[in-house]
């Protein structure tokens, strides 16, 4: 049984056809990628796996269970999480009070604080730093951190390294190879990165003008021809 | 954990006993006519701090905040001409307010209404709510003993008396002190809701609504629970407004109302409790003082001074000072946390 599963999902903004047709499935504990070029519907994937994109047909099932008309928050209840494109930290609350937010209501959260402050010894020093005086990296670093404090078993992650200097993108690269080895956590990756993606990922799926249901070859990522075929830009 | 803790209080603690100060010592020091002056100021202090909290601390701009506040004082009038004491009433109409709010505001937040849209409404229910209750002049239109009067209101508010003695009405300087203790109470309790974990969450939502969804937070219920607590406290000014004046008519529900607590909010300081009621002891005093004067257009002059103030304080006259002050410390080489909201 996998723990998400997606079928012919589409989505629109308003009257506006974005996604046309989503299959993807991923088990538990898989470290599953997702390619496109820009305006290919990514971003609106991840949206409407959370539930804030009007989807207009097909179904996600999280753990056997049929989500598609859940409200985001019941979603993130579930253990879903999502780390949006662009951050989108809370700037005018410090480090530790985003940190803080992220584990509100669940017991022993100032514990989960200090295991991600492990996780991410950068953050330390930055506690009582407003997070919009954060450096893009950081506030990446604090994105994910602020997410993982939730306890998720399923993560999203939009373009994390989109706009963050390399010596981040490692330090990012490592710690969720850590996490996912010791917490066993499932996390689907969106990206244009490529070599970030082959890092990470055991599988990869390509999405095309809103259309998802090719995965592609590991061995084929590194090959810019094979690529562009999949993704549709193929001669 | 305990310095940020203390952190969290320092200032909040400065303002109690400021707060403390004054409810002891303005009826010694001051004359009858300056008392009454003074309460007022509680009173409007009170009426803002209903939007401060929920724009401030909740990110919910609300237009119409002058309708809780006259629907608090409609309520406490009623009730009290019928039931002749003010305890329960007072009770009764801080309780129709949170419904009220929470009725409105199940239908704005779970409509996913937002911004100006959120505004819009609430400025039109309170308008709707002054057109009412103008066309009530009729004596058909009457509550037990209570007459609603329309356009020439309910007089004969009976003065608020202290829980523990109904039978006998306050004195201007008991009513000062009653009326300050609420104010400090709210105070307090507003600035533990503001640190607590449901206040956190508030703020988060301010200032990311969708971000906050993701993080497993029901947004909607949230905003509900935070406009409900705005409705009450704008409820308890409404009521305690209407025994002060013994009088209440329908221009309570003006827009007049709305667009002054708005004002005196963003003059003091969004974001910030104390701040707002800065607003309104500068801008009411000022108000005061400029009507006594017949050279110029009073209205004239407190405009060209918001309009300054807007332009040159955009944070707001407390805010502004609080920063300055942090500025200069720390030149002196002190080292200073986050003051009191």
Not at chain 2, 81 to 103: D, K, R, W
């Amino acid at each position: 049984m996998a723990l998400l599963e997606i079928q012919d999902l589409k989505a629109a903004y308003g009257h506006v056809p974005i996604l046309h047709k989503i299959d993807m499935h991923v088990e538990q504990g898989e470290f599953v990628g997702v390619l496109g070029h820009n305006g290919m519907g990514k971003t609106t994937l991840m949206r409407a796996i959370m539930g804030f994109v009007t989807t207009t047909g097909g179904n996600i099932k999280f753990q056997d269970k049929e989500i598609r008309r859940l409200p985001t928050y019941r979603r993130a209840r579930m253990g879903m999480s999502l780390v949006p494109q662009g951050r989108e930290i809370f700037p005018n609350l410090t480090v530790l009070e985003n940190l803080t937010v992220g584990v509100l209501g669940k017991k022993g959260s100032l514990d989960r604080i200090d295991e991600m402050l492990e996780f991410f010894p950068r953050l330390s020093p930055l506690l009582d730093r407003r997070g919009g005086a954060l450096s893009g990296g950081e506030q990446q670093i604090l994105a994910i951190a602020r997410c993982l404090c939730n306890h998720p078993s399923f993560i999203l992650l939009d373009e994390p390294t989109e706009g963050v200097q390399p010596s981040i993108i490692h330090e990012i690269s490592d710690v969720l190879k850590e996490l996912q080895a010791k917490q066993n956590l499932t996390i689907v990756l969106v990206e244009q990165n490529l070599d970030f993606i082959l890092g990470l990922a055991s599988r990869v799926y390509t999405i095309s003008r809103g259309v998802l249901d090719t995965e592609i070859p590991l061995e084929n990522i590194k090959d810019s021809a094979m690529v562009a075929e999949y993704l549709g830009f193929g001669t | 954990m305990l310095s940020k803790v203390s952190k969290d209080w320092l200032g909040a603690g400065f303002v109690t006993v400021l707060g403390l100060a004054i409810l002891i010592f303005v009826p010694i020091l001051f004359d009858l006519f300056e008392v009454l002056q003074m309460t007022k100021y509680v009173v409007l202090s009170l009426f803002v701090l209903s939007l401060a909290y929920i724009w401030g601390f909740g990110g919910i701009l609300s237009f119409g905040q002058a309708g809780f506040f006259g629907l608090g004082g409609y309520v406490f009038a009623v009730a009290a001409i019928n039931m002749g004491q003010t305890t329960v009433p007072f009770l009764i109409a801080i309780g129709a307010c949170a419904l009220f709010a929470a009725a409105l505001g199940y239908f704005m937040f779970y409509g996913r209404l937002n911004d100006v849209y959120l505004g819009v409404v609430t400025l039109v229910v309170t308008l709707i709510l002054w057109k009412l209750i103008n066309h009530t002049a009729g004596p058909e239109y009457i509550i037990g003993k209570a007459r609603l009067g329309g356009f020439n209101g309910i007089p004969s508010i009976p003065i608020m008396t202290l829980p523990w003695r109904p039978g006998q009405e306050m004195e201007p300087a008991q009513m000062f002190q009653y009326f300050m203790a609420i104010l400090i109470a709210v105070y307090v309790l507003l600035h533990a809701l503001i640190k607590s974990k449901f206040g956190r969450v508030a703020i988060s939502i301010r200032e990311n609504e969708v971000r906050t969804g993701l993080l497993g937070y029901d947004v909607r219920f949230y905003k509900l629970c935070i406009f409900s607590i705005g409705g009450a406290i704008g409820g308890a000014a409404g009521a305690m407004w209407a025994s002060y004046q013994t009088f209440v008519d329908p221009n309570i529900f003006s827009l007049e109302w709305s667009a002054k607590c708005l004002i005196w909010v963003m003059a003091g300081g969004v974001g910030t409790l104390f701040g707002p009621i800065v607003g309104v002891l500068a801008l009411e005093y000022l108000s005061f003082q400029l009507g006594q004067t017949e050279l110029i257009n009073n209205l004239i002059v407190l405009g060209t001074i918001l309009i300054f103030l807007v332009l040159l304080l955009p944070k707001g006259l407390f805010p502004t000072a609080r920063d300055l002050v942090v500025k200069v410390w720390r030149r002196r080489g002190g080292s200073t946390g986050k003051g009191s909201p």
